[in-house]
């Protein structure tokens, strides 16, 4: 069963990047789009961008846009999230997460398949 894995947390001051990096474990996701959620301590799951499968089309919730830009390379099965301006309130676990349409993107329940997640911290 195809597997999707996060790497490029850890910990860095408010205004600094960070580039996430969610790679598949095969080809089965390269015509799936690819969404990032974040989760905060004691708080849901929500999301935060997503891209489909051709990487022509790109949504942002309004608390990144701007700050935030998702892209892909399908000859890798890697999806990255490039983080800039990072604020303290960005601090989550990061999840990337699988559905074969580009519909619903807010909606947990219409992914396939989600990764193990990956810290982002960022001190004030």
């Known amino acids: 069963q195809a597997q999707l894995a996060e790497s490029g947390g850890g910990l860095v001051q408010a205004g600094g990047s960070l580039r996430l990096s969610c790679a598949a474990s095969?080809?089965?996701?390269?015509?799936?789009?690819i969404s990032w959620f974040r989760q905060a301590p004691g708080k849901e799951r929500e999301f935060a961008a997503a891209i489909s499968w051709t990487g022509s089309a790109a949504v942002y919730s309004d608390s990144v846009k701007g700050r935030f830009t998702i892209s892909r390379d399908n000859a890798k099965s890697t999806v990255y999230l490039q983080m800039n301006s990072l604020k303290p309130e960005d601090t989550a676990v990061y999840y990337c997460?699988?559905?074969?349409?580009?519909?619903?993107?807010?909606?947990?329940?219409?992914?396939?398949?989600w990764g193990q997640g990956t810290q982002v911290t960022v001190s004030s």
């Open positions: 997460a699988a559905k074969p349409t580009h519909e619903g993107l807010w909606d947990i329940l219409g992914y396939n398949r």
């Open positions: 095969d080809r089965t996701f390269d015509t799936y789009t």
